[in-house]
């Protein structure tokens, strides 16, 4: 059984099935709290449309992606959020309900918070914000290095619910940051693709109109929907893929080593990247893990993703308990590694308390 296999069967009818039980509660919880009379059989009908909103969808975009199904997808996932914001309120609410009686009013302006709070949300999670840091390396050459600006993108995830118009905005951008400097690359850390369906030849064709080198190193998701057809999509449009290769920039003197995700744990922990001793060496890894091996060897900067911070609250909490790394730029004895929020999202397209970024990371030396 392929990814895209496991992940429908885990995603699809099993979590569905789950989803079932949870959603009868919710519903049920929600309707109490506004004091809205509704039958079982009601609420019953309202799950398995529901269940039969995220069932077929998922089935249907693994082998072809149509209008109809991407907007459904993206309902079902607002949904799955709103739920579990609708979980914690009625949390509260339940513990509060023992101190004070809470009128009327004050529950149906909680419940209304969270569509209030998706709304801004999915505003945020489709408007790029640029962050731009400074970065000082140890001038390695013999002759002065020319100065580079990195754009650094990650986790765009196109596929049903990320779309065309996530990579138009990201182009835009992408140009006008190259307009105002005077040296620019581009880097891609991994999950261009969701794999929630097929990429095709052309699904990146918009990033041949980017005015600067564009390098790519592939992430986990990026493997769902097959990696050959991700890289081949790429190259139509003109991006560089390293994958396990490394590219010398002679001008800047930068050594950029691209590390690909591998599901293989040992393959990942027992990776020696080849490090150029005369130039600043630069890694493309889709996970912010093993930086403190990595700047042992010789790197002096690492590109990592993966996370989203968290891309929303409370998950950014949880998240960040898991990564030590897990959103920002870190240093340490001039070796530095960034972790972008980054751009696309992944299940809901909601962002609260992290933004779809793009990180510039203005690189000087010093001697």
């Given at each position: 059984m392929g990814f895209a296999e496991n992940r429908y069967l885990i995603q699809g009818p099993i979590f569905t099935f789950l989803l079932l039980f949870y959603n009868y509660f919710i519903i049920s919880s929600i309707a109490y709290i506004l004091e809205f009379k509704i039958t079982t059989l009601e609420i019953i009908s309202i799950i398995l449309i529901l269940a039969i909103i995220r069932l077929v969808p998922l089935r249907i975009e693994m082998s072809k992606t149509h209008l109809i199904t991407q907007y459904l997808s993206e309902f079902s996932n607002l949904w799955l959020w709103a739920s579990f914001m609708y979980l914690f309120e009625i949390i509260i609410l339940y513990f509060a309900s023992f101190i004070v009686k809470i009128p009327f009013n004050i529950k149906l302006a909680i419940v209304l918070l969270v569509p209030l709070f998706g709304a801004i949300g999915y505003y945020i999670a489709h408007h790029n914000y640029i962050n731009e840091h400074d970065i000082y390396l140890k001038e390695k050459s013999e002759r002065k290095s020319k100065n580079i600006s990195i754009i650094h993108i990650s986790d765009m995830h196109i596929g049903s619910i990320r779309k065309k118009r996530t990579i138009i905005q990201l182009v835009r951008n992408i140009n006008m940051i190259a307009s105002e400097k005077d040296n620019v690359i581009t880097i891609?850390?991994?999950?261009?693709?969701?794999?929630?369906?097929?990429?095709?030849?052309?699904?990146?064709?918009?990033?041949?109109?980017?005015?600067?080198?564009?390098?790519?190193?592939?992430?986990?998701?990026?493997?769902?929907?097959?990696?050959?057809?991700?890289?081949?999509?790429?190259?139509?449009?003109?991006?560089?893929?390293?994958?396990?290769?490394?590219?010398?920039?002679?001008?800047?003197?930068?050594?950029?080593?691209?590390?690909?995700?591998?599901?293989?744990?040992?393959?990942?922990?027992?990776?020696?990247?080849?490090?150029?001793?005369?130039?600043?060496?630069?890694?493309?890894?889709?996970?912010?893990?093993?930086?403190?091996?990595?700047?042992?060897?010789?790197?002096?900067?690492?590109?990592?993703?993966?996370?989203?911070?968290?891309?929303?609250?409370?998950?950014?909490?949880?998240?960040?308990?898991?990564?030590?790394?897990?959103?920002?730029?870190?240093?340490?004895?001039?070796?530095?590694?960034?972790?972008?929020?980054?751009?696309?999202?992944?299940?809901?397209?909601?962002?609260?308390?992290?933004?779809?970024?793009?990180?510039?990371?203005?690189?000087?030396?010093?001697?």
């Open positions: 891609i850390s991994g999950d261009a693709a969701d794999g929630s369906c097929p990429i095709l030849p052309d699904t990146f064709i918009d990033f041949k109109d980017v005015k600067t080198p564009v390098i790519f190193t592939p992430g986990n998701h990026d493997y769902y929907q097959g990696i050959d057809n991700v890289k081949l999509s790429l190259k139509n449009a003109g991006v560089t893929i390293l994958d396990n290769e490394n590219l010398i920039l002679d001008d800047e003197n930068l050594n950029i080593i691209g590390f690909k995700f591998s599901f293989n744990e040992k393959e990942q922990e027992e990776y020696t990247p080849p490090i150029a001793n005369d130039k600043n060496n630069v890694l493309i890894y889709h996970v912010p893990l093993y930086w403190e091996e990595f700047r042992k060897t010789g790197v002096d900067l690492q590109l990592s993703g993966h996370t989203h911070g968290g891309q929303f609250f409370p998950a950014t909490l949880f998240v960040g308990r898991q990564f030590k790394y897990n959103r920002g730029l870190f240093n340490k004895n001039n070796s530095y590694l960034s972790v972008t929020d980054g751009v696309g999202t992944f299940a809901p397209p909601i962002r609260l308390g992290t933004r779809s970024e793009i990180a510039v990371l203005n690189i000087h030396r010093e001697s």
